[in-house]
């Protein structure tokens, strides 16, 4: 199925942030863009393609090694990335840098944005069996308009002037991501097998903008980076209007924002049924972007679109910049045991 976005409309750069995600047969599409970020956010996680209005099934990266057409397709190895151009260098010079970066700095950017889905969770002690690897040696495969094209790595990074949600002569620094996925069943990285439900991750394009005169800070690409990353293993963005009744969490409560904060800033990923997500005692909720709610000061996630959590809790220095939600989506799609 091929789905028309000819009609796009330019950003107004007037807003912090634009940001859509939605589902359509075969790939899933978020996009984001920011032109100045210092807002407050909220917690809990949002995943793609459940079942019906279950917390069942959802797309994820397949825990069993899986090869589609002579390529790995899954977790196995860990996930394969690679660069429109081939080097760190060459896509490093597809953008304009308000102070170019070296290239040793370049790589450590996308590195540690890679590797902040990697880490230790600090409140619950969980961990995690995701890892990423560059594959820079297989050559890119992308659409040249955005969207994706599931052949090249496991996940392509790539830079257009146009896209499913910019035009040529934007200049706001944003980037879109896209997966394919099929309907097959996968194992769960507890060891749960043909989880019911579920779909598996194929192929992800991450792009960014690279118009003329749309200039980038590190500490801003790899924070936008680690976002997209976010999309690329099946969590979406959180704001009601972007995904209605598909926020997951435990006990949401949008009376006050005392109400607000309490409930959306408490540790859930513990929560999670390792062999069952779906299991878990948690329902879904539409949280508004506003506060009470996605605003709601305090609560600094980087699955929210309109920010990307960037907040003086959560400053786009920072090279961690996960928080109770992000690893509680993390778990719910990439589960593991505690020790």
Known sequence: MKTNFKNKQPIDLLKLTQNLSLAILGSVLSFTAIEVANPASSEAFVIFNRSGSTLGGGS????????????????????????????????????????????????NAIETAFNAWTVVDPVSGLGTDLSFVADLDTPVVGTGRGGVNRYGAEIDLLASTDAIFWNPGNTSPQGESFFYY?????????????????????????TFN??????????????????????????????????????????????????ANATLSNPIAQLIDPLNP?????????????????DTPGVDILMESRGLGIAPGNPVTNLSPLVNDDYAGRQFLYPVFSE
Do not use: K
Not at 94 to 100: A, K, P, R
């Open 210 to 259: 690279n118009n003329a005169g749309t200039v980038y800070t590190l500490d801003f690409f790899r924070r936008l980076l680690t976002h997209e990353i976010g999309h690329a293993i099946g969590l979406g963005d959180i704001e009601g209007d972007i995904s209605p009744n598909r926020f997951i969490d435990d006990n949401y409560d949008g009376s006050t924002s005392a109400t």
């Open 182 to 206: 099929i309907n097959d069943t996968v194992t769960l990285t507890s060891g749960t097998e043909n989880y019911t439900g579920s779909s598996a991750i194929i192929g992800a394009d991450i």
């Open 278 to 294: 779906a299991a878990s005692p948690f329902s879904l909720f539409t949280v508004p972007d506003q506060d009470p709610g996605v």
């Open 60 to 107: 994820r990266w397949d825990a069993a090694p899986r090869t589609i057409q002579g390529q790995d397709r899954s977790l196995d190895g860990g996930l394969g990335y690679s660069l429109q151009g081939g080097s760190y260098e060459a896509f490093r010079d597809l953008f304009t840098w308000d102070i170019v970066p070296s290239v040793n700095e370049f790589q």
